[in-house]
């Protein structure tokens, strides 16, 4: 895979990865204000600036995705179960996920 070493400037690909990992970074930011927030006004500016990196990353890891660069493992039945169990049991003792 092409780099920047060199002086050759960023691939197609690394410019992607790069730009998923702003988008993941604002998504990190604008949850923690959001649960940190009381006010309504902010609150309600938050929640519409978490959906917007939240699509914009979902929408640049289709790309990643689509082109083969970045290759995930489809979840099984048996590992949504399990992680369903684990929570229920663990996390949300209040069946909130059956």
């Given at each position: 895979?092409?780099?920047?070493?060199?002086g050759?400037g960023?691939?197609?690909?690394?410019?992607?990865?790069?730009?998923?990992?702003?988008?993941?970074?604002?998504?990190?930011?604008?949850?923690?204000?959001?649960m940190?927030?009381?006010?309504?006004?902010?609150?309600d500016?938050y929640?519409?600036c978490f959906a917007?990196?939240k699509d914009s990353?979902?929408?640049?890891?289709?790309i990643?995705?689509s082109?083969?660069?970045y290759i995930?493992?489809?979840?099984?039945?048996e590992d949504?179960?399990?992680?369903r169990?684990?929570?229920?049991?663990?996390l949300?003792p209040?069946?909130?996920f059956?």
């Amino acid at each position: 895979m092409p780099n920047n070493m060199d002086g050759r400037g960023l691939t197609d690909r690394e410019m992607l990865q790069l730009c998923l990992e702003l988008e993941k970074g604002r998504c990190r930011s604008a949850a923690n204000v959001l649960m940190e927030t009381s006010h309504k006004d902010l609150r309600d500016i938050y929640e519409g600036c978490f959906a917007n990196a939240k699509d914009s990353q979902y929408d640049l890891y289709e790309i990643l995705h689509s082109k083969g660069w970045y290759i995930q493992s489809q979840a099984t039945n048996e590992d949504v179960t399990r992680v369903r169990e684990e929570m229920r049991n663990n996390l949300h003792p209040d069946d909130q996920f059956m």
